[in-house]
């Protein structure tokens, strides 16, 4: 059996990264460029904002950095959670279990559209699929799952209501209404909490 044993004794040679002299300052790079022109359009930060700080341009790496840490320094605009406006949506997940899911019904110009409604285990984050017969597809583009939660949000009672008057469920258990319960759209358990 063979073996391969790496032979210590000869000395290993190291490839330079470029060939300038120790002692010229590393120049300033373009990935330093695209680092301060991503953090200045987080941070809402114009270039008069940036001249004014820093008059020159950045000539060296060590230049470069002090542009980066200043930047890193300034606070970042924050949006507020979206959870505030949609927390009476759906409940929230308990000690590892699932989450349960509560529907939804909206008219719309091309007609009633039925939602189910969950709560993520991250706080503000909530799965909305669109419902079809009795199956479900995920919304997954954040910006038209943001504008059904809106919406929702402007009358949940009734949207919820709405899905147990045409479809027959209860909205938040999803137990078949009897006919005096249907025409609230939400079933005699649930109507009390």
Same mark, same amino acid.
């Given at each position: 059996?063979?073996?391969?044993?790496?032979?210590?004794?000869?000395?290993?040679?190291?490839?330079?990264?470029?060939?300038?002299?120790?002692?010229?300052?590393?120049?300033?790079?373009?990935?330093?460029?695209? %680092?301060?022109?991503?953090?200045?359009?987080?941070?809402?930060?114009?270039?008069?904002?940036?001249?004014?700080?820093?008059?020159?341009?950045?000539?060296? /790496?060590?230049?470069?950095?002090?542009?980066?840490?200043? %930047?890193?320094?300034?606070?970042?605009?924050?949006?507020?959670?979206?959870?505030?406006?949609?927390? +009476?949506?759906?409940?929230?997940?308990?000690? +590892?279990?699932?989450?349960?899911?509560?529907?939804?019904? $909206?008219?719309?110009?091309?007609?009633?559209? /039925?939602?189910?409604?969950?709560?993520?285990? *991250?706080?503000?984050?909530?799965?909305?699929?669109?419902?079809?017969? &009795?199956?479900?597809?995920?919304?997954?583009?954040?910006?038209?799952?943001?504008?059904?939660?809106?919406?929702?949000?402007? &009358?949940?009672? +009734?949207? %919820?209501? $709405?899905?147990?008057?045409?479809?027959?469920?209860?909205?938040?258990?999803? *137990?078949? %209404?009897?006919?005096?319960?249907?025409? $609230?759209?939400?079933?005699?358990?649930?109507?009390?909490?």
């Amino acid at each position: 059996m063979n073996t391969f044993v790496p032979n210590y004794s000869r000395p290993r040679t190291i490839a330079a990264r470029d060939s300038r002299p120790t002692w010229e300052p590393r120049p300033f790079s373009e990935g330093q460029a695209k %680092l301060i022109k991503s953090m200045m359009a987080e941070r809402s930060i114009t270039t008069e904002q940036l001249f004014a700080e820093f008059p020159a341009r950045p000539a060296t /790496f060590a230049d470069g950095s002090k542009v980066i840490n200043w %930047l890193k320094a300034q606070v970042t605009p924050t949006s507020p959670p979206p959870s505030a406006q949609y927390d +009476g949506l759906a409940p929230a997940p308990k000690d +590892g279990k699932k989450a349960r899911a509560w529907h939804y019904a $909206l008219q719309t110009e091309d007609g009633v559209k /039925f939602y189910r409604v969950k709560r993520g285990y *991250k706080p503000g984050f909530y799965f909305v699929d669109a419902q079809a017969s &009795d199956d479900f597809y995920p919304i997954r583009n954040r910006a038209n799952r943001e504008a059904i939660l809106a919406e929702i949000a402007k &009358d949940v009672q +009734g949207a %919820l209501a $709405l899905y147990g008057q045409l479809i027959g469920r209860c909205g938040r258990c999803g *137990k078949t %209404l009897t006919s005096e319960y249907r025409e $609230l759209g939400i079933g005699p358990v649930c109507i009390n909490k």
